[in-house]
């Protein structure tokens, strides 16, 4: 992550719209790969929510498969929104106004610290570091606008 102010964004729905190439890698906290992921996110627009919806591959271990995930991000303002799981329960809130958003997620005993920052008009991470007595982890996302020719 960046310490500098991240790519400033008003519109969530015209930045976030539509396909993102993401490859994803967790980390315990000695550093060792726990898994990758690499695959797309599509944000479609539907009223004043952007579904989010990440296909890929997972590699744990020895373990290789298909991998989904649905959010919800509630568009509540220019470059505000409430991100909640597919199931409807609140996750996080996000703000991106300045280009980036720290926000933090208990789960149970665990809690998730998390990061967005934006690098420009085609490029945004996340960041989650996990901790508690059930999981202690970081995983980090890169994001990149696909273009046409990228998905052909």
Do not use: N
């Not at 790519?7 to 976030?16: G, H, I, N, P």
């Not at 952007?50 to 509540?76: I, K």
């Not at 300045?98 to 809690?111: A, E, F, I, K, N």
């Amino acid at each position: 992550m960046h310490a500098a102010t991240g790519f400033r964004v008003t519109d969530l729905v015209v930045y976030f719209a539509g396909r993102w190439g993401l490859d994803r890698k967790i980390v315990d906290s000695a550093g060792a790969v726990l898994a990758v992921f690499t695959g797309v996110a599509d944000f479609t627009p539907d009223d004043d929510v952007l579904v989010y919806q990440e296909r890929g591959t997972l590699v744990m271990g020895e373990h290789q498969g298909s991998a989904t995930r649905v959010l919800r991000f509630r568009v509540r303002g220019p470059g505000l929104a409430d991100v909640h799981f597919d199931h409807g329960g609140f996750f996080h809130d996000l703000d991106l106004r300045d280009g980036r958003w720290s926000v933090r997620h208990p789960c149970r005993d665990d809690l998730y610290r998390g990061e967005v920052v934006v690098h420009g008009p085609d490029a945004w991470c996340q960041m989650w570091t996990v901790t508690g007595p059930a999981k202690s982890y970081t995983s980090t996302t890169e994001f990149r606008r696909m273009s046409v020719e990228d998905e052909t």
